[in-house]
């Protein structure tokens, strides 16, 4: 009676510790783009609204495998996940039954963002785009790729501008690319502005356009994508999503505090030493992603693109 009275007790505490558990949900590897950003959320979770949120990273599949872990949970204020332009956007105009949709979320974005540049090895000689499109038409060049968005921006740049000997070369990780366009094992790739900005200013790489609207300030001499691709214009995204049917109350609670963390002095001061730009969120996010999936699925019939069974 009296271990049976213990496992009782035992019971009851370990639900009610995993009730209390707060995770925040990062769907890439440790050390990328994303789980900076998201540990940098998670300090100021901390410090700021003194909640305690555990750091998971959920990686695998784009995005996928993480996003799909937190759209099965039973919606609650415990579970937050970083949103970003891949999972939430970009993967819905990639990949077919990804079991989850944006609509099925709550979100803060954008919260911060970064353009996409292409980026080539040191080893091509290659020092603007005229010379990009001349080698790509005339010689065989190796584009590395490393999520749904470089693919994509890969093959749009293959169809519009007719390079059909430029080869993508899937990766695991961005910094499995990078390390192959320093070593000079591929030629090229797209990546963001902030994962490869500091390898273009150390020589190890080389920028050589932006898809950003205007010319870049921290990239003044580099050109815009859009000088040789039709809208162009092309950026990554960051912010933070709830369950739609999670608790209003906590749910409000939360999102005004991320909506509030744009004008903290040290939060800004984190985000702009990793290279990305800081916005106000929209005050609709979800239409601000259904926009961007419109933008993007709108080419990807337009050229033809298949989607990738997963």
């Known amino acids: 009676m009296k271990n049976l009275f213990f496992s009782i007790l035992l019971f009851i505490s370990v639900n009610i510790n995993a009730a209390e558990i707060k995770e925040i949900v990062s769907p890439f590897p440790p050390g990328g783009a994303t789980s900076v950003f998201t540990r940098i959320v998670q300090q100021h979770l901390m410090d700021d609204l003194g909640s305690s949120y555990i750091l998971i990273h959920k990686p695998g599949a784009d995005g996928i495998i993480g996003t799909r872990y937190v759209a099965n949970k039973h919606a609650d204020s415990n579970t937050l996940i970083t949103a970003g332009a891949g999972p939430f956007m970009t993967n819905l105009v990639m990949y077919n039954d990804l079991k989850y949709n944006y609509l099925d979320f709550d979100f803060v974005l954008p919260m911060a963002s970064s353009p996409y540049v292409l980026v080539v090895s040191n080893k091509t000689k290659i020092q603007n785009l005229e010379e990009f499109i001349k080698a790509a038409q005339n010689g065989k060049l190796n584009c590395g790729t490393s999520f749904s968005g470089a693919a994509f921006l890969t093959k749009y740049l ?27 094992n591929i030629d090229c790739s797209f990546d963001t502005m902030q994962a490869i900005i500091d390898f273009h200013k150390e020589g190890k790489v080389r920028i050589i356009a932006v ?13 815009l994508l859009k000088e040789v691709l039709p809208n162009g214009v092309f950026s990554t995204w960051y912010g933070m999503a709830m369950l739609k049917k999670s608790p209003d109350s ?16 040290r939060y800004r001061e984190q985000l702009t030493a990793l290279n990305l730009e800081i916005h106000v969120p929209e005050k609709d996010a979800q239409k601000f992603i259904e926009t961007e999936y419109n933008r993007y699925e709108a080419i990807r019939r337009q050229l033809k693109i298949d989607k990738i069974d997963n």
């Open 158 to 184: 293959i169809k519009e501008l007719k390079l059909n000997n430029l080869e993508i070369i899937p990766f695991k990780g961005s910094m499995e690319v990078i390390t192959n366009l320093m070593g000079g």
């Open 211 to 223: 898809a950003s609207k205007e010319k870049h300030p921290k990239l003044p001499g580099v050109q």
């Open 250 to 265: 906590e749910k409000g609670k939360l999102f005004s505090f991320f909506q509030n963390l744009q004008q903290n002095s």
